[in-house]
């Protein structure tokens, strides 16, 4: 950077578009639970969300943030907090609460919406299903989706935007309110229940563009100076008439006299054609991404002839990832950009959510490598140092340089990160070593006369409750209170209960329950090589399920088995088949923290070995079923569809080296859930699993539709058990569901099974949900013909 550059950048600020919600830890999701539960009351969980608030945007604006952001806070999902200030809230959830609300209910996510209210919507009650929810673009977060038809009446409810800006406002910090654009909204969301399958929500665009207005004009009358409207529906492929929508819709917000400056934000992607319909709409701003595939977003800055006397916020720093930035290379794009708009301010990619708060909270950590992760507080400090260097020249930050450059350094040179035994192993893999010995139909016959299974036999998807009693004895074990031979004791007597109860619930295909799991990539990660586990690194979800992704840092091996001892000892104590469970190679990519130094296909590979493995010594041990699980499979699928066939070549490929090794009566199941699967139909064909398991409750059997419209041929278990609701389904609703299922997938093809694993669940509801799951089946096997 040179003098004169610097000069020009003299103006250039620190932001970011979000924070982590839950505290350093995890306050808000104690506190929320606490409150469902009647421990915590409303006015506490107020003011636990508050002093969280207060305390982030205080540190940010210590970290030397110039304007903090505001309304990304959320006690649940920031896409059901849009719902809630445009009044898109289902009648249903209102009647089940009532609007008399208990005195539980009184804290309010607004004025029109009691939180009780909220909260249905989230989680449903009883008797009331909640609304659909679904993977956040290509991240693991889920949000609630919008339930729209052509009556839906908008109605503005700016509560929860305004009094958090004034909140910030009253710290003497400048903020930035950061709302879900208008558009993304409306891209975002699906046909409420008895509306026609082909309604378009866009065509609701007018009716939402005056709420968005009064927004607006409450925010301006309440001390915004800017607001930010995320569009990231706009980094995917969209047609004519959804790029003129986008138009139409901020030349109407632009051309608003009672109005803040507007920012218009995108993520995750390049804008490609949006791009041009943006810098043309009259807002004084844009947010753009220029990493990963987005940094194709400066090219065709410069070629629509960039922003000129417009702001600029520009994401060079990973928002998704936790490994350090590359201080120099990030300056040298910002150095570029400073002749493409008339201001030009630093931020990550997108809202710091998908990352952990804090690495400096990790003691288990070589301190040498924790010099190479950058978490939400690590990151904010490269915005900042960035803008610093941005405004005042390199030389203002020449330690800052020379400590980074060390630190990628030791990084690249570092001998975890290459293993010649793995990548040698990962060179010879050829074409037949991913595929099964017989086709499927063959596969199929000898699968049915080795298990001896009924027409839609049951199962469940793996996980168990998680007790209170089972994660004392993982700490116990871990703080020396236990040994490990108490530790395996304990877990013995769960894994009897488990299939006890699966036994006298009549369950067909069984599984242990997973008991030994702390989670689904971290139990395997943290007995492979290569995979480094956090303590601390927890990032939301959905709602107040919270996760610790490992970080993959270097080439993958498994030193010994993962899962062998515990399903043999399962399948010692019943005669009844018993799935063994592992992760499979896209997910234990897609929920780490990846390593960017190599295309994730040859990543990819190495872990499909390592799998490989697992797969084979659990059939040698006598396992006639095995699960290898793939939810994120749709989840990081390119958002642009000319990225997608080399990522769904590789993804596929690597499931099939995964379990390509196993006899022909081996059945291999995968499972998948909470996603939009239409897209990738023809990919789950190409796993050649003999079983898939996918979320279908919620979306009511929307997936078993696809699947006949594909012509898929292999048999599939649409889900009938929405387990992240607390609600127990009767059996008649299953059977309804079930039933619906027979329409699409025929009796010979289809199983019974809830949408995902149990490890959230109470045990109660637990019980009474696979109990009439059970009931269900057998009501609907007796209805079919009789052969």
């Known amino acids: 950077m040179t003098t004169k550059s610097a000069a020009a950048a003299s103006a250039a600020h620190a932001t970011v578009y979000g924070y982590p919600r839950q505290g350093p830890d995890r306050e808000l999701k104690k506190a929320v639970e606490g409150y469902w539960k009647g421990r915590v009351t409303a006015d506490a969980l107020r003011r636990t969300a508050a002093d969280l608030r207060r305390s982030t945007w205080r540190q940010l604006a210590g970290a030397g943030v110039h304007e903090v952001p505001t309304g990304d806070f959320s006690y649940y999902d920031h896409v059901l907090d849009t719902s809630v200030m445009v009044g898109a809230v289902p009648p249903r959830h209102r009647a089940a609460v009532g609007s008399d609300a208990s005195p539980s209910s009184r804290l309010r996510s607004s004025r029109g919406c009691p939180m009780d209210v909220y909260f249905a919507m989230a989680r449903g009650t009883?008797?009331?299903?909640?609304l659909e929810m679904t993977k956040w673009f290509d991240t693991n977060y889920h949000y609630l989706v919008p339930e729209l038809g052509p009556d839906t009446v908008f109605t503005t409810d700016s509560t929860k935007q305004v009094t958090e800006l004034k909140e910030a406002l009253a710290l003497g910090l400048a903020a930035r309110p950061v709302l879900v654009g208008p558009v993304t909204y409306l891209l975002l969301a699906k046909p409420a229940p008895g509306v026609a399958a082909d309604f378009r929500p866009?065509?609701?665009l007018d009716r939402l563009l005056p709420v968005y207005a009064e927004v607006l004009a409450d925010l301006r009358a309440a001390g915004a100076q800017w607001v930010q409207l995320d569009e990231p529906a706009l980094v995917q492929d969209r047609t004519p008439a959804e790029l003129d929508a986008a138009a139409r819709a901020y030349r109407e917000l632009g051309g608003l006299a009672d109005?803040?400056?507007?920012?218009?934000?995108s993520y995750f992607d390049r804008l490609g054609d949006a791009l041009p319909v943006l810098a043309k709409a009259p807002?004084?701003?844009?947010?753009?991404d220029f990493t990963g595939a987005a940094a194709a977003n400066l090219d065709a800055l410069a070629s629509v002839g960039g922003l000129p006397g417009k702001r600029l916020i520009a994401g060079v720093v990973d928002g998704r990832n936790i490994w350090i930035n590359d201080l120099e290379r990030s300056l040298s794009t910002l150095g570029t950009l400073l002749g493409l708009a008339g201001r030009v301010d630093v931020a990550a990619s997108c809202s710091l959510l998908h990352v952990p708060v804090d690495a400096a909270a990790e003691r288990d950590i070589d301190p040498q490598i924790l010099r190479w992760l950058a978490f939400a507080r690590q990151k904010t400090t490269e915005i900042v140092t960035l803008s610093k260097g941005l405004s005042q020249g390199t030389g203002a930050?020449?330690?800052?340089?020379a400590a980074n450059r060390a630190d990628l350094a030791s990084r690249a040179n570092s001998p975890i990160t290459r293993d010649p035994a793995v990548r040698a192993r990962a060179a010879a893999v050829t074409d037949t070593d991913g595929r099964r010995s017989q086709p499927y139909e063959e596969r199929a016959a000898a699968q049915r006369a080795h298990l001896g299974l009924p027409l839609l036999p049951t199962t469940t998807i793996g996980s168990f409750p998680q007790t209170a009693e089972l994660r004392t004895a993982r700490a116990d074990l871990r703080s020396g209170r236990i040994d490990s031979a108490a530790y395996e004791q304990r877990i013995e007597s769960e894994i009897r209960d488990v299939l006890s109860f699966q036994e006298k619930a009549g369950i067909d295909v069984l599984v242990h329950g997973e008991p030994e799991r702390n989670d689904m990539v971290q139990y395997f990660a943290e007995q492979l090589t290569g995979y480094l586990a956090t303590q601390q690194g927890w990032v939301q979800s959905y709602g107040t399920r919270y996760v610790r992704p490992p970080v993959l840092a270097g080439d993958i091996s498994r030193p010994h088995p993962m899962t062998v001892r515990w399903t043999s000892y399962a399948n010692s104590l019943t005669d009844r088949p018993v799935k063994g469970m592992l992760t499979g190679p896209v997910t234990m990519l897609a929920w780490s923290f990846v390593r960017d130094d190599q295309p994730l296909g040859d990543t990819a590979?190495?872990?499909?070995?390592a799998l490989r493995d697992e797969v084979n010594d659990l059939?040698?041990?006598?396992?006639?079923?095995i699960q290898v699980d793939e939810p994120a499979l749709r989840e990081t699928l390119p958002l642009r569809a000319a990225d997608r066939r080399a990522y769904l070549e590789w993804a596929t490929e690597?499931?099939?080296?995964?379990?390509?090794?196993?006899?022909?009566?081996?059945?291999i199941h995968t499972h998948m859930c909470y996603a939009e699967f239409g897209d990738i139909v023809q990919a789950i064909d190409d796993l050649d699993a003999d079983v898939i398991s996918l979320e279908a409750a919620r979306s009511h059997m929307q997936v078993a539709r696809e699947l006949a419209a594909h012509g898929y041929p292999r048999e599939a278990g649409p889900g009938i058990y929405d387990i992240h609701s607390p609600r127990v389904p009767s059996a008649e609703e299953a059977a309804a569901l079930l039933r619906k299922g027979l329409e699409a997938i025929p009796a010979e093809r289809l199983w019974v099974n809830p949408d995902c694993g149990l490890k959230t669940r109470g045990w109660p509801e637990t019980r009474a949900s696979l109990e009439n799951l059970v009931a269900a089946a057998r009501t609907v096997r007796a209805e079919l013909p009789q052969s």
């Open 397 to 401: 930050i020449a330690a800052e340089l």
């Open 605 to 609: 590979r190495q872990v499909a070995l």
């Open 619 to 625: 059939e040698s041990a006598g396992t006639s079923v």
């Open 654 to 667: 690597s499931f099939r080296l995964t379990t390509g090794g196993v006899r022909p009566d081996t059945q």
């Open 202 to 204: 866009l065509t609701l």
């Open 126 to 130: 009883q008797d009331v299903a909640p």
């Open 259 to 265: 109005r803040p400056k507007v920012l218009v934000a």
């Open 283 to 288: 807002v004084e701003g844009l947010a753009l």
